[in-house]
């Protein structure tokens, strides 16, 4: 069965807002095993709002509409439903003494503006709303079902699982769950990946499908099954046949992020990090703080953005940085080689590079950044070349850093 | 004229992301004063995409579509347009050979996924992406533009600001009159903000709007005039006279961030800074080296994340910390001490606290967090008390550190 969103609001066209609801509604009828065939917004016009109704139930079923429901001048979908079903408002006395009794209790004159929000179609099915004074409704028509939700999310997450799930699953019993699983994989982009997995993408049965979400440094790769249970095996099966595959380019599964692959890992071992940051600037230690429990394996980083404190806090000899230069291997090398001393953990890296828009030099473009990682026995290296963006640079670097450390404990492991 | 987004995904109808595309796009056409008709969200088959278009130029003349022009099959975007407007494809000699530079660069093998990426329509306007390998594509046709984006953000923007819109500039000379400024402040809340102006907001004339943008511990301020160039001088008198109400709240106007200005600043006295960080994890140091040319200010930093390295670092006495604890306004300002003998620039902050989400006691609850900041003779301190959300308290705490350094240059120019 299809579904279908309608958001009404100028904010969300004026970029002003994120449309949270969408995103949250989106999830909620997926999850039911609904397909979401649209998602449509449009500004709170009588005009507008008929038009994304006529448009809609040529897509969908079901269609949830939010927004435009409380007592200012500029809400007007109520009134512009009932218009387009001709059906005529009338006053809800229940609901008055329910307004009044909640304004009451909150000592808050009750005005015309509340008032005007007790006008009610007469047919329509009122989803009781506990987290605020207008009620959802439900339009039953011979296309299929208007479902019109505030557009405060509280208030329509609240009515759209207690007042109108019931209602839907009790008509349509046979709505399912949707399963699906993601494949988190580092280290090779989307092109190269689908080409390395090519067989088992095109043998995957009609009824599962898979997308690709890259991102800097990362692609997830996500199989989904709709409304049929019997394929859940099936979806599990290519996610252990892609991984087998993909090898160590995966690091995890659905909701796990690289940081939390790190933490889990480092700990596991019982080992620490430490970080020395050049061009990325304290975005690597940022990133692995921004986890709860870091604390637990990461011991703290130097952002050494001088010359000055690469020689004082890591050791870095003044040859090295005159000879070789700050972006190089071997300034890298001696960072690593530096932090650790200082440092005392068992694991260390090390990144200076050229973030760019300017610095570079004709052998060293923006974009060239040199890392060293590893422990006092094993060190590797790597040179990157990226582009001329200052931010997009500093954020490739800090995923790459990650997935170099993650593979490092591999080894490790292998030994 | 009237604009509308379409952006093509599964992901997105999923609530598996955020449609950012569409939240950036609105605002940039906004900007440009182009009315945004309908956001609309589609699946990535070829009827979805096709039915878009199709509902697309009945509520606008320029449609943006982002979305489904990457290599995989799932990307089915860009033969589905070149069919629907009955256009061929073909090889395109000079884009592989860009995309095979761009690779070799990378020293990964081209493949055939890439060359399908070089079949493009023979008659539509190519737009250079100099972030990625699929272009973007706009098509003119008898009721308006038709503009297809790939889905990756920073690619999309990038063709957009650089590709498209000097396109649409010089087609539509016209676009633009919108004319609108930003104050920006940190430092107050929007309803404190708002109370604090609302005799001078009260008289703002007809035909200029002051928007209020608040995020974490900033509030932009927006007056727009609409299509009204008479009214410029008007809304740069109400910049000036609001300004002067709110005085040091304001860091900056229109696109200078908060960093911007510290660079600004610190530059401008000659003087350096460096930071140590506990429960920021290194934010406050990516932050500062976000923008270009922060090395002329910014010497570097400490992630201090361990006591061991409160102790070995920045010489926090281990009778501070057992006393008082890592939380605590002794220990920050012994880590600033520390910090300013270590690394000895003019100017350092040091910020210790409990992120969250566990860590918490009952005397020094989660989102507890403190900060010392200063020189040799000046030092400040502050006690946050903030959520228990880990990102938020980390964000939050970043920009109340940046504007505490902001307003320690302005009062030392006092002196």
Redesign the interface.
Known sequence: MKAGIVTIGDE?????I???N?????????NLGLD????????DTKE?IE?SID?AFT?AEIVIMTGGLGPTKDDVTKKTIADYYKIPLEFDDILFQKISKYFDFRQIPVTELHENQCLMPKKCTQLENNMGTAPGMLFKNDKGWLISLPGVPYEMEWIFKNSFLPLLRSSYPQLGN?Y?RTIRTAGM????I??KINDI?EEIPEGI???????LGHVKL?L?SKNNISQIPVVNDYVDKISARLGNLVYGYDDISLEETLKRDFVSKGLSLS?A?S????????H????????SF?????????Y??KN??LKVKNETLVEYGAVSENTVLEMLEGLLD??KTDVGIAISGI????GGTPTKPVGTIWLAWGNRNIQKTKKL?L??????N?QYTTNYAMNSLRLFLTELELD
């Not at 692995?288 to 604390?295: D, F, P």
Request: aromatic share 6%; glycine share 10%.
């Open positions: 969300i066209l004026l970029g002003q994120i449309d949270t969408a995103v949250w509604l989106s999830k909620e009828l997926a979401v065939s649209f998602i449509l917004t449009v500004p507008d038009r448009m897509q949707i699906f982009g989307e092109t190269s689908a080409d993408a499908s898979l997308a690709y979400l890259p991102s996500r989904t970080t940051e061009c990325t600037g304290g975005n690597l230690a940022h692995l703080t921004s986890i709860a429990g870091s604390s990461f011991m703290g980083g130097l952002v050494t953005y001088s000055q404190l004082q806090l200082s440092l973030a760019g828009p300017g070349q582009t001329k963006d200052r931010l997009k500093i």
